[in-house]
């Protein structure tokens, strides 16, 4: 069975910087093409965050977090990173990562319906 768990978040000033980690059990990171991290915060939808890409090497973000947060992963670790850096209390949320076998478009990274794989959660809350 395949199991994906988050782990890294806390509690963090404005401007600190965190590193998410989500390792997968049950079946190497080596073996998807793509992993991806979304959040979801209090009252709200859920929202993209970065992909990575790595049969083609390369990674997609959301606007709002472009050169701030960085996707990342360590194939010998089994682990898949964000990065983030220059938080702000709007980045509050619990953050998922997310797993599929296959490559999808560039334009279809975002949707969180492609993905096949989810762990339960990290919670990152910024304070000002």
């Known amino acids: 069975q395949v199991q994906l768990v988050e782990s890294g978040g806390g509690l963090v000033q404005a401007g600190g910087s965190l590193r998410l980690s989500c390792t997968a059990s049950g079946r190497t990171f080596s073996s998807y093409a793509m992993a991806a991290w979304f959040r979801q915060a209090p009252g709200k939808e859920r929202e993209f965050v970065a992909a990575?890409?790595?049969?083609?090497?390369?990674?997609t973000y959301a606007d709002s977090v472009k050169g701030r947060f960085t996707i990342s992963r360590d194939t010998a670790k089994n682990t898949v990173y964000l990065q983030i850096n220059s938080l702000k209390p709007e980045d509050t949320a619990v953050y998922y990562c997310a797993a599929r076998a296959n490559r999808v478009v560039a334009s279809a990274r975002g949707d969180g319906r492609v993905y096949d794989y989810w762990g339960q959660g990290t919670q990152v809350t910024v304070s000002s």
């Open positions: 990575g890409d790595w049969s083609g090497g390369s990674s």
